[in-house]
């Protein structure tokens, strides 16, 4: 599947550090449901909750699932706050929180795998990879469907494939999926014919947080937009033919910011840099955007010591639901912009390598 992007200059010239986190992740996603039981679009409550019983207790008693590793949700029971921390870990759809019929995930104590029940269709199974590794994925997915398959007589037609919600998941019922960080393409408007591109060759492309959603922080999701007439094999391939042009492109843009406006560059980054270190009010819109240009600092080798790792993390830990949760209670827009600044600069300064080096130094010098 080519986009049309240019595949020669110097991509490979330019190491790791310019091009070491563009995939943040993969993700696999298999839909399927269960023959004999309506879908749930059609389901009464007493049937939706007579299918979770079943579900679960298949799930948990298989030999091939290890019980302490996964815990089992029920939606309707939680928060508010609750729900929409488990949206913005991507664990669950914001489809799943809406309404009170009967509805569950199971997931997996490190966040990497989850199972939402009663969704769309009665299983989806997703599984994460924090890397390019969506082979990896797919085989976890595949290894958690096999548990289903030993209760369940899965809905499958010999012309269609596996039966769905939505006739876009007939065939395999697989969305296979990266999430870029794209910032290059964005900055240099390159990202509306990589975009545009997309649309041609049947390539979907969402925000963070999925389908309706903005690519917020130059975070985009690509995957397969249909299943049907594919087979998981062709659709991995063709994913991840389409997300190696796209962050070679972005690559390669990266590489000639660095060579042509190196000053400008890194005025942008160290400034993001800076107002994240000290701002007294940070709203989630601003945050995201000067978290990016700081991730593209450090990802290029221009901001040192501090771990892509720990800017990933921060991204999770400033959203809406979880300040609300650290604090304990619901905050108004405003309250919440204060309190995320706050546990911004307190992040930084405890992942600031500099800062302990310093310490140690001053340590050093009283004791002699």
Known sequence: MSMGMDQSDGSKDMGTKANGCITMSSRV?????????????????????????????????????????????????????????????????????IGDRPSAAIISKDETVSVMLNEEDHLRIQCVEPSADIDA????????????????????DRDFGYLTSCPTNLGTGMRASFMLHLPALTMTGHIKGVLEACGKIGVAVRGLYGENSEAS????QFSNQGSLGSSEAEILASITDVKDQITGHESRLRAELLRAAAVQFEDRVFRAYGTLRSARILTSEEYMRLWSDVRLG?????????????????????????????FGQMLNSGERDVQRANLVRKMFETADPAKDRNEKKEDANTDE
């Open 137 to 156: 994925a797919f085989e976890r997915c595949g290894a958690i469907e096999r548990v289903f398959d030993e209760s369940f007589d899965i809905a499958f």
């Open 29 to 97: 996603r298999l839909a399927r449901n269960f023959s004999g039981a309506a879908f749930p679009v059609r389901q009464g409550a007493r049937e939706a909750a007579e299918l979770l019983i079943k579900a679960r207790e298949a799930f948990f008693s298989s030999p091939a699932v290890n019980r302490n590793e996964y815990v089992y949700v029920d939606i309707p029971g939680l928060d508010s706050i609750d729900k929409m921390m488990l949206v913005e870990k991507h664990l669950i759809s914001p489809d799943l929180v």
């Open 217 to 220: 922080g130059n975070m985009f």
């Open 298 to 326: 450090v990802d290029t080798g221009v901001i040192p010591d501090i771990s892509i790792e720990t800017l990933d993390r921060m991204m999770t830990l400033v959203q809406p639901a979880y300040i609300q949760k650290m």
